[in-house]
């Protein structure tokens, strides 16, 4: 199973983008999912995960302004992020939180006025 990321792309900052992750016929059977993310020269860091039930917690840097949702019925995982800032600029994955599947390769969100 390979995990797709879309709905990337640039914005200005103050901006708003949704991204969603398809995980097609797996997702109802995967407790945790997460969205990483990668900027230019640095590492892959964790930015939300949602649980089976809805729970959600969120990387300090992101907090009250991304939100992260699941569609189990449409295997789909969502990031809806506002009050974009330039730092948010990065390749964007999701991906199973615990025991990870082969990384997709992931969205790109350009924040730049």
């Known amino acids: 199973v390979q995990l797709q990321a879309s709905g990337g792309g640039l914005v200005q900052p103050g901006g708003s983008l949704r991204p969603s992750c398809a995980a097609p016929g797996v997702l109802s059977r995967i407790n945790v999912m997460a969205w990483y993310r990668q900027a230019p020269g640095k590492q892959r860091e964790f930015v939300a995960w949602v649980g089976s039930g809805g729970n959600t917690d969120y990387a300090d840097s992101v907090k009250a302004r991304f939100t992260i949702s699941r569609d189990n019925p449409k295997n789909t995982v969502y990031l809806q992020m506002n009050s974009l800032r330039p730092e948010d600029t990065a390749i964007y994955y999701c991906?199973?939180?615990?025991?990870?599947?082969?990384w997709g390769q992931g969205t790109l969100v350009t924040v730049s006025s």
């Open positions: 991906n199973r939180m615990f025991s990870p599947l082969p």
